[in-house]
């Protein structure tokens, strides 16, 4: 097992750090970007911060980057609530090129007889070998979302994921790493549930569904 590393402060060992939230705490709105980096802190034993915007607290700084770097591991798989289908892309005037939404992290096109694919942040014709287009496409998108414009369901898989990786990367310690797959164990297993909730409701709501369903 892992020892907790001095304290940047005092020099002095930290005590042993709580790998989830605080016990008794009460949650009533969503997680917030600011609280998920204080949960990554708290489970090494730091101190909460009140801003995002410092800097110079490396401990805050490696958190938050930690929690980027899983929110963008997550949202590339794919879900309904980031996923934009059909999605209409407009031909540039000046040069006929594509270009992708800043937050496109997948993309694909579906066109007879044209192969399409993503190149950088445009799209390119194989078939034609060009990155002109005469016309609109249409495409289904992956697009990357701030961490809260997530479900609330997607936001806790982040913090928990983040926490064990921030916690292992920081102490190393292998009796927390344990603990924590199991609450993303459970975590990701609710967001699925979420996502199968949401898809069913879409396709109920569907209008194009529900004309076949009355049949």
């Not at 609530?81 to 031909?91: G, H, K, M």
């Not at 399409?116 to 998108?141: E, M, P």
Request: net charge neutral; with cysteine; aromatic share 4%.
């Amino acid at each position: 097992m892992g020892c907790c590393r001095p304290s940047s402060s005092n020099g002095s060992t930290k005590p042993k750090p709580r790998a989830s939230r605080k016990r008794g705490a009460v949650q009533t709105t969503p997680t917030t970007e600011l609280e998920a980096v204080n949960i990554l802190l708290n489970t090494i034993g730091e101190s909460p911060v009140n801003s995002l915007q410092n800097s110079a607290h490396v401990d805050a700084s490696t958190a938050r980057r930690t929690l980027a770097e899983v929110n963008r591991a997550i949202q590339t798989e794919g879900w309904h609530w980031n996923t934009e289908t059909d999605y209409p892309l407009q031909p540039r005037m000046e040069d006929g090129n594509v270009l992708l939404p800043a937050n496109t992290m997948r993309c694909s096109v579906k066109e007879p007889g044209r192969d399409i694919v993503q190149r950088g942040n445009r799209l390119y014709d194989r078939r034609a070998h060009s990155f002109t287009f005469a016309s609109a496409v249409k495409a289904d998108l992956v697009l990357l979302l701030e961490f809260e414009d997530l479900p609330q369901a997607a936001r806790e898989l982040c913090v928990i994921r983040a926490a064990r990786i921030f916690q292992q990367r920081v102490l190393g310690d292998g009796e927390l790493y344990q603990f924590t797959v199991r609450d993303e164990l459970k975590a990701r297993a609710d967001l699925l549930e979420a996502e199968s909730e949401s898809l069913n409701l879409n396709i109920l709501t569907n209008s194009a569904v529900a004309r076949v369903l009355d049949r």
